[in-house]
């Protein structure tokens, strides 16, 4: 599924420079360890983690994009390194639970 394509039914906020990505599945945690050792590439993260090392976890694996959930407010410094590496960040005010029941409807 083209991440456009979620962002609009689901309706996400972009924090940074957005391209075009395709999704083919959901990751939810908020261990950086579980994400790079158990996230796949073209994954969709789910986290309330908001700090830089979500940048590095999110390229070292080839997140498409990481979701921070619960309305948490993202650090200029986070969104900032995620732009100069090519990382989406995107937000939403749902929980964890309550964006992976949406995304499962749409069928992700």
Not at 10 to 13: A, D, G, I, Q, R
Not at 85 to 93: D, E, K, M, N, R
Not at 105 to 108: A, H, T
């Given at each position: 599924?083209?991440?456009q394509e979620i962002i609009e039914k689901?309706?996400?906020?972009a924090l940074t420079n957005m391209e075009e990505r395709d999704v083919d599945g959901t990751f939810i945690s908020d261990?950086?360890?579980d994400v790079m050792s158990s996230a796949k590439p073209g994954n969709l993260w789910l986290t309330t983690q908001t700090h830089t090392?979500?940048?590095s976890a999110?390229?070292?694996?080839?997140?498409?994009?990481?979701?921070?959930?619960?309305g948490k407010e993202v650090p200029t410094n986070t969104v900032n390194l995620a732009n100069r590496?090519?990382?989406?960040?995107?937000?939403?005010?749902l929980s964890n639970f309550e964006l992976a029941k949406k995304l499962l409807?749409?069928?992700?």
């Open positions: 599924m083209k991440l689901v309706k996400l906020e261990m950086l360890s090392n979500i940048v999110a390229n070292l694996v080839d997140i498409a994009a990481v979701v921070v959930t619960m590496y090519h990382v989406i960040i995107l937000t939403t005010p409807e749409i069928g992700l």
